[in-house]
């Protein structure tokens, strides 16, 4: 099935423009994982810790350790400081002797000072937990990571770090440490970026420019492109007239006294025909910027997410969601405009 | 005609935001909060009002990301102050008095800038330009972003060449960075400490670091093993070539940070209906008042009105949603009245019940925000709409209700 293919891989990337609902659908993705029993991790990469809360459960503040979501689902919110004081502490061993490292005005100095340090390390961090193994030793401590990543131009920032690095630095761990990580970055057995939209201009504008960034500049193993908060079609052919004509036909104002009670359907009937508008101007609206985006990347397999309103929390609509990707084939993208 | 006051809240805790005054009176006006938003259609927004109001005004964008142009139906924007031509404005229809200029932030073109004018001579210049450690700080890292920013606003403030400056921040976790600008880049800029860490590196090597005590040692050493020894080099090249220029940096964030808690400068909080923007939000809020910072008000986006009255707060706040049993003869009613299918009535009032669900949601949602705050927050909905704002059209659309007299 088409969402095997994209949980095929070891460590996946989602991102796009902010209010996208990327962290809904890393969600989303996590929970379909871990069905397939797969243990799955949750990372956060510099984001604002939310999807704890998509889980019910409290975000994860600034603790640096992997926090236990549902059965299979874990955790972990990335930040470059965390990330190299812990890297740094394995270098150090003593752990007394690193604390007195971290509080000293030097070292602050210097992490403030050293470009892209906390972006490298927090990249690194994903390499490590990659590597991880489980208590027995060789067996991975998880079979998938997923990353939600910050709005569109620090994701690449921080992505880029490695590669900077890796081309800057002659020598040192850095170099080294940089080297692997761009390794794995652009692995295509292990690694797949995957761009979320919405039908919106900049949305859009920015999932064009993103795509080109992660193949060229970055060159990462590009996946799908996610084209989240769809609206359904409208009205069409015998349907479509018949709305016309009611349109058209004018509605009664409703007089001041001729008072109704809130079950008489006559009260309504102005409210549903404007919702009926608004639902046709944003369908429009969409299709305007559906047809960019195809002209955008013609190449790109689209994966059609529906507009849903009456999830009662944010589980509900993972497992939504969740149903509705089961249920999408690779050769059917879901959503068309044919109207 | 949809009616475009200001929202108003059962319980009353928040009065209409009245951005036109801000405009009229404020020389800085800075929009802060996270991605997503639509915080530089709003940046862009004021800029069009400020226009049309006579001033002659920047719009000033640092988001990595090309919106601005976006906004202002532009196809790019450089490092340089670009006038939104008069044509432009009139195939809009609109007939400014004033001016509106746009700009988005070139990172490196500023640190160049500022470099050229305070290396003390050409070639401590040259060096400092080609150095390496220069070269990744000024290229688009996160942090210079924020310093840069200020650093920016402030020149252009202090040329005077505009009434107004609208500044759009990058999302919030940066923006908050940028509060901290000053401060960091006194840091950094801090004599006393760049010079006992840095100088004896460069003028002894290694031989230096054993004057120091154990654990700045240590950190150096460990520097120097992850970093390789390049960088430390680089870096003690950078700060002592600057060295005398020091003060100048340090002396100038202070002002910076004196003019934005001045009486001149305004900070709005824009954000939608998302738990995370308002959390954002809220956080910003309280570190605007530890900061000593001017609170200008909230501006909401994209929240789910009535489709009817385009009211924040109206018909559906006093009808509960509908019910199962209502959708039903709600249905049966359209089929009676039209000759539409029974499908499709049931697809238009499905439809009815989601705007009507939206909106009850966005209601509770910012009852419960705006009474977080102390009462009397100033507050402006700006409702969702159905086309995409990318050209002025769009924007004085939206000032329409962003400037829409209060009730």
């Not at chain 1, 984001?47 to 994860?60: D, Q, S, V, W, Y």
Request: with cysteine; proline share 6%; charged share 25%.
């Amino acid at each position: 099935m088409f969402v095997d293919k994209i949980l095929a891989k070891r460590l996946i990337f989602l991102s796009g423009k902010g209010g996208v609902g990327k962290s809904v659908l890393a969600a989303t993705l996590a929970w379909m994982a871990a069905r397939r029993g797969r243990r799955t991790l949750l990372v956060e990469l510099d984001t604002i810790a939310t999807i704890p809360l998509i889980f019910g459960k409290p975000g994860n503040g600034d603790s640096y350790r992997e926090n236990p979501l549902a059965p299979g689902i874990s955790c972990l919110h990335v930040d470059g400081k965390s990330g190299l004081e812990e890297y740094l502490q394995m270098m150090l061993k003593s752990r007394r002797f690193a604390q007195r490292v971290f509080r000293s005005p030097v070292y602050q100095y210097f992490v403030n000072i050293a470009p892209g340090l906390k972006e490298l390390m927090a990249v690194g961090k994903l390499w490590d937990l990659e590597h991880k193994t489980g208590p027995a030793g060789r067996v991975p401590l998880y079979d998938v990571l997923i990353v939600d990543t910050p709005a569109t131009g620090h994701t690449v920032s921080y992505l880029q770090m490695p590669l900077t690095a890796a081309g800057t630095v002659k020598r040192g761990l850095v170099r080294k440490e940089a080297q692997k990580v761009v390794d794995l970055l652009q692995d295509p057995v292990k690694t797949s970026f995957h761009i979320v939209t919405t039908l919106a201009e900049m949305p859009v504008n920015e999932a064009v420019e993103l795509h080109a960034t992660i193949s060229t500049r970055l060159a990462m193993p590009l996946g799908c492109l996610f084209v989240n908060q769809v609206y359904p079609p409208f009205l069409a052919g015998a349907d479509l007239e018949a709305y016309r004509a009611w349109e058209k036909e004018g509605l009664p104002e409703p007089g001041p006294d001729q008072p109704l009670s809130p079950e008489d359907p006559r009260i309504h009937e102005r409210s549903i025909l404007a919702c009926a508008q608004s639902w046709r101007r944003r369908r429009e609206t969409q299709k305007i910027q559906w047809e960019r985006l195809r002209q955008g990347l013609p190449d790109s397999p689209l994966v059609g997410l529906p507009f849903i309103y009456d999830a009662e929390s944010p589980m509900k609509l993972v497992q939504v969601l969740s149903e509705t990707l089961e249920n999408t084939d690779a050769g059917s993208p879901a959503i068309s405009f044919a109207e | 005609m949809p009616d475009r006051r200001p929202f108003r809240l059962r319980s009353r805790a928040v009065t209409g935001l009245d951005l036109e005054a801000l405009v009229r009176q404020k020389r800085i006006l800075i929009c802060c909060g996270s991605g997503g938003i639509g915080k530089t259609t709003v940046s862009a927004a004021l800029g069009v009002q400020a226009a049309l109001m006579g001033k002659k005004v920047l719009t000033l964008t640092i988001d990595p990301a090309k919106r601005l142009a976006n906004s202002l139906g532009m196809a790019q924007l450089g490092n340089t102050e670009t006038l939104v031509s008069r044509e432009h404005f009139r195939r809009s229809g609109m007939k400014p008095a004033g001016s509106l200029y746009a700009m988005m932030l070139d990172t490196k073109h500023t640190f160049d800038e500022l470099i050229e004018r305070y290396a003390p001579n050409e070639e401590i210049k040259k060096n400092i330009l080609k150095n390496r450690f220069y070269q990744n700080l000024s290229s688009a890292m996160a942090g210079s972003h924020e310093y840069l920013a200020m650093e920016k606003l402030y020149q252009i403030y202090l040329d005077g060449r505009y009434d107004l400056i609208v500044l759009d921040t990058p999302p919030t976790r940066h923006a908050l960075d940028f509060l901290e600008a000053p401060g960091r880049v006194r840091a950094f800029f801090d004599r006393g400490i760049s010079q006992w860490f840095l100088k004896p590196y460069l003028t002894m090597g290694r031989l230096g670091l054993s004057l120091l005590n154990r654990t700045s040692g240590t950190v150096l050493k460990l520097v120097e093993r992850v970093t390789g020894a390049e960088f430390l080099r680089d870096v003690s090249e950078f700060v002592t070539g600057l060295a005398d220029a020091f003060d100048i940096f340090r002396s100038r964030a202070e002002e910076v940070l004196h003019v934005l808690r001045g009486e001149s400068t305004s900070f709005l909080l824009i954000t939608g209906t998302e738990r995370g923007a308002l959390e954002e939000v809220s956080f910003f809020y309280r570190r605007l008042r530890e900061a000593g910072l001017p609170f200008g008000g909230i501006v909401v986006n994209r929240v789910n009105v009535d489709p009817l009255t385009g009211r924040a707060g109206s018909l559906f706040s006093r009808a509960a949603v509908i019910s199962g049993p209502l959708r039903e003869s709600l249905a049966v009613f359209l089929r009676e009245k039209t000759r539409l299918s029974v499908p499709a009535t049931r697809k238009l009032v499905d439809n009815y019940h989601h705007y009507q669900s939206l909106f009850a949601r966005d209601q509770a949602v910012l009852e419960e925000f705006t009474a977080s705050f102390p009462a009397g927050i100033p507050v402006r909905v700006i409702p969702v709409l159905d086309e995409d704002i990318f050209d002025l059209g769009g924007l004085a659309k939206i000032n329409s209700f962003l400037f829409a007299p209060g009730a």
